[in-house]
């Protein structure tokens, strides 16, 4: 059974950092090229941050310079490290595994930046 479980999320001011966690389970971790995307209030869910399984990024140009995506192949689990938070990045933060034709979701942790 495949399993992703976000965690990190929480209550930060603006200007804050916060570091969220994907823990994988069920998936041959290394095989997959991971990613982290978020949905706010009344929008669409957006891309936020990828990785390869080469360890190529890439980043939304909203948070580029701010977020930066990694991942660990021995605790199978991708991070996204999130700096000078603003507003605009409250969302819930859903982490993403994708293969090929499989794509796998986790249940999304929320983040709000409010002061």
């Known amino acids: 059974q495949v399993q992703l479980v976000e965690s990190g999320g929480g209550l930060v001011q603006p200007g804050g950092s916060l570091r969220l966690s994907c823990s994988t389970s069920?998936?041959?971790?290394?095989?997959?090229?991971m990613g982290w995307f978020r949905q706010a209030p009344g929008k669409q869910r957006e891309l936020v941050a990828v990785i390869t399984t080469g360890g190529n990024t890439n980043y939304a140009d909203s948070v580029k310079g701010r977020f930066t995506i990694s991942r660990d192949s021995a605790k199978s689990t991708v991070y996204l490290q999130m700096n000078s938070l603003k507003p605009e990045d409250t969302a819930v933060y859903y982490c993403n595994a994708n293969r090929n034709v499989l794509r796998y979701w986790g249940q999304g942790t929320q983040v709000t930046v409010s002061s």
């Open positions: 069920g998936i041959t971790f290394s095989l997959y090229t």
